[in-house]
């Protein structure tokens, strides 16, 4: 078993799937790395547990996870500018969520004004 806890800002909204009979919520944390890497983390949050993500995981959050992560690999085609055909691999990494932690609520600061401290 391939375990792992990451942490990390989240690319955009986590999104309700069904797969077959099944629900779930996906959604990418942008880890930063020194020297200006990041890496881009595929989670998944299956069964009843999704309603609570949808609510609470929202772009740019910091959030924190743990679970079970396997490595993807899938191939593309695609035509260059010389008509050559071209296979691109791309890896990635996907987990499986088992821990989640819910992101700190933003207080909105809503300026006030005081008149009394105006002098004229």
Known sequence: MFNVSIAGRLTRDAEYKKVGAYDLAEFTIAVSHPRDETSFIKCQVWGKRYESILDAYKKGCLVCVSGNAKYTEYTTEFT?????????????????????????????????????????
């Open 80 to 120: 260059n500018k010389e008509g050559e055909t071209k296979q691109n691999t791309t890896k990635s990494l996907q987990v499986s969520v088992n821990e989640f932690i819910f992101p700190e609520k933003r207080q909105q600061q809503t300026p006030t004004m005081e008149t009394a401290d105006i002098p004229f």
